[in-house]
């Protein structure tokens, strides 16, 4: 596991990127996801927003610009573990309708299992 500042880190499981994010999901955050994807390539990637305690626009349109960017150049995203400040934003933001084929999963187990039938 690759660690990017003190809320970001990065794993590597088979083919499959998680990109976990903790704590908070803010302006200060985003320079280390950006970094953190950066580093990544061109896999498949997870999201894991599981322990997200506070969360702010900033944050979460970094994870949009991420999925966007990832988009063309054909990457496949979901999000796993969306913790409810996560939930909110993104539900009242409706982000989802702007980021094709991104699934929202309960667990990482699941996000997983849908990289390896796909």
Do not use: W
């Not at 500042?5 to 499959?16: F, K, L, S």
């Not at 280390?32 to 506070?54: C, D």
């Amino acid at each position: 596991m690759q660690n990017y500042g003190a809320n970001v880190a990065v794993e590597q499981i088979g083919d499959v990127s998680v990109l976990s994010i903790q704590n908070n999901l803010d302006r200060h955050t985003a320079e280390s996801v950006r970094t953190a994807y950066n580093q990544i390539g061109n896999g498949n990637v997870v999201i894991n927003l599981g322990q997200v305690t506070l969360t702010s626009s900033r944050g979460i349109a970094t994870i949009v610009s991420v999925m966007l960017e990832g988009e063309l150049k054909k990457q496949k995203f979901c999000l796993c573990e969306l913790s409810d400040p996560c939930m909110l934003i993104i539900k009242t933001m409706n982000i989802m309708e702007h980021i094709e084929g991104v699934e929202i999963f309960d667990s990482l187990e699941e996000a997983l299992e849908f990289f390896n039938q796909s």
